[in-house]
């Protein structure tokens, strides 16, 4: 026990000396980390982590489990990866130049966008939640169309959960924006997703479409609970499942960082029996959800055959709703 410790100790020291090397050093490689030779490069890169930024944003655990090494090796290579990329404290000035280059994919339905304050961000998971038939497929429909539309290089990543996707309504939205639907169905990429595992996956396999030269911009998962729902079942498997799901969630936000892209994701509620008075509609997940969202939508229907979209969180949006109507080829505001 001893050897080992005196081992750690001069393997600590030996890797602070190369942390200021690295603090120095701006340009480096995987490979020029303290404890990285090249077969544990080959590790992380077979894992995902072929680039300082993908180090710098894991964890001990997943860097231990994709290379093999000791928890200390693990802390001290994602030390250097942050220190070589200046991962420290930024000024509210720099911050807001980084806010500069969030982009926006619009719904085309005047309402709908000026509640979101021209559409749905980039860098950001916004979460639509509400009974069946309330519109939130639909919007993950058009809104696979509308990217498109903005950028005609953009490629969509739709994880279908319930077998809700449907080309034909891709064609419908494609052809009210006028565009090409053969055009645009080629740059949608989906995957039927059979379990809660099998959804989390595929959610990790986007990163490896980028990086093979796939433009994605957005990422739709509809729905995000609906495995979570069916499969952890009773109060004894709420912690594990929470758990699961804050790890799935927390997966999406890390693209939705790391490559400017919008995450979509629509959600199932049920009917909280303890509320007498007002809405008793509740959001599936629980805070797990909440918290990782960035932004809220709660979708019902309204009269008429409306549906009425309100914007219960956002951190830099005021509250607000708006009533549109779904039509064969756009949403189209209601009078």
Same mark, same amino acid.
């Given at each position: ?5 005196i081992e ?7 890797v ?5 090397t690295?603090?120095?050093s701006?340009?480096?490689?995987v490979?020029s980390?303290?404890?990285? #030779? ?10 995902g ?8 944003v894991?964890?001990? #655990?997943?860097?231990?489990?994709a ?5 200390i090796?693990?802390?001290k290579?994602?030390?250097?990866? @942050? ?6 404290f ?6 807001l130049?980084? @806010?500069a ?7 085309h ?5 000026a509640?979101m304050e021209?559409?749905?961000?980039t860098?950001?998971i ?11 497929t639909?919007?993950?429909?058009l ?5 498109q539309k903005?950028d ?15 080309p034909e309504r891709i064609?419908q939205?494609?052809?009210g924006?006028d565009?090409d639907?053969?055009?645009?169905l080629k ?5 039927r997703?059979?379990?809660s595992?099998?959804?989390m996956?595929l ?5 490896e ?6 433009n ?5 998962v509809?729905?995000l609970?609906a495995h979570?729902?069916?499969e952890?079942?009773g ?13 799935h969630?927390?997966?999406l936000?890390?693209l939705?960082?790391?490559?400017n892209?919008?995450?979509y994701?629509t959600?199932q509620?049920m009917?909280k029996?303890?509320t007498?008075? #007002?809405?008793?509609?509740e959001a599936?997940?629980g805070?797990?959800?909440?918290h990782?969202?960035t932004f @809220?939508?709660?979708l019902?229907?309204?009269?008429k #055959?409306? @549906? ?5 969180d ?6 607000g709703?708006c ?7 756009c ?5």
């Amino acid at each position: 026990m001893a050897r080992k410790r005196i081992e750690e100790n001069e393997l600590d020291n030996d890797v602070n000396i190369d942390l200021k090397t690295v603090q120095k050093s701006k340009d480096m490689s995987v490979t020029s980390l303290p404890g990285v #030779g090249a077969s544990t490069a080959e590790k992380l890169s077979l894992a995902g982590f072929d680039n300082l930024l993908a180090i710098a944003v894991a964890t001990i #655990g997943e860097i231990v489990e994709a290379s093999g090494v000791s928890e200390i090796i693990a802390r001290k290579i994602i030390q250097a990866s @942050r220190a070589s990329m200046d991962m420290g404290f930024i000024s509210g000035e720099e911050a807001l130049q980084k @806010r500069a280059l969030i982009n926006k994919i619009s719904t085309h339905c005047e309402p709908f966008d000026a509640l979101m304050e021209g559409g749905f961000e980039t860098r950001a998971i916004t979460e639509c939640f509400g009974q069946y038939g309330s519109g939130k497929t639909q919007i993950g429909h058009l809104l696979s169309v509308s990217v498109q539309k903005q950028d005609p290089t953009a490629a969509v990543v739709y994880i279908d959960t319930e077998s809700t996707f449907r080309p034909e309504r891709i064609v419908q939205f494609a052809k009210g924006l006028d565009m090409d639907p053969d055009q645009v169905l080629k740059n949608i990429k989906v995957a039927r997703a059979y379990n809660s595992d099998h959804q989390m996956l595929l959610a990790e396999k986007i990163e490896e479409l980028i990086k093979n030269g796939l433009n994605v911009k957005l990422v739709i998962v509809d729905s995000l609970t609906a495995h979570f729902r069916a499969e952890f079942v009773g109060r004894g498997t709420l912690a594990d499942r929470q758990q699961k799901l804050n790890k799935h969630m927390h997966i999406l936000a890390k693209l939705a960082d790391m490559y400017n892209l919008t995450v979509y994701v629509t959600n199932q509620v049920m009917a909280k029996p303890d509320t007498f008075f #007002g809405d008793p509609t509740e959001a599936i997940g629980g805070n797990i959800v909440g918290h990782n969202s960035t932004f @809220r939508i709660y979708l019902r229907k309204g009269k008429k #055959g409306s @549906r009425v979209a309100k914007l219960v969180d956002a951190p830099n949006l005021a509250d607000g709703e708006c009533a549109f109507f779904v039509k064969e080829g756009c949403l189209e505001a209601a009078v």
